[in-house]
Every structure is written in C-alpha cells, then in structure tokens.
C-alpha cells in the first residue's frame, strides 16, 4: 500500500512540475501583456493540461511501453526514485 502510495505520489509530483514549466513558458507572455488575467490563465492552463492528458495520455504509455523502457527491467522502486528525482530537478 505505502509503495503504491508513494508511486502516485511521485507522479503527481512530476506531472505538477511539467505542467507548471510549461505553462509558464505558453501563458507568460499572455498575462505579461494583459490580455489575460492570472485568473484567466490559470482556468485555461488547468483545462488544456487535463484535456491534453485524456486525449494523448494513452499514446505516451504506449510509446514508453513499446521498448523504451522495457517492463521487465524497471522495478516500482526503481520508478518512484526515477520519476522524484526528474521532478526534482525539472
């Protein structure tokens, strides 16, 4: 229960820290100019970065799960230590 915890954890974690680099970078000049508000674009962020995770989340799986990282060789531990430190240093 505690791996499976720490797992999820991890990768919210990660997906947190990708969200906020890139929403920096596709939102700062928007509401550096005032054409949004932080209000404004924050909603927008939060909507493309859940609509963007249910429509192409299945295809990056599928991408990492074809050979890039075969199954057999990456243990749950090996993930959550993986995935914290990218999260960490991202």
Known sequence: MFITLAALLSAIFMGINIGGNNAAASMGAAYGAKARTKREAVMLIAIFSLLGAVISGQ????TLGEGSIPGN???LSAAIIAISSAGLSL
């Open 73 to 75: 060789v990456i243990t």
């Open 59 to 62: 295809e990056v799986i599928n």
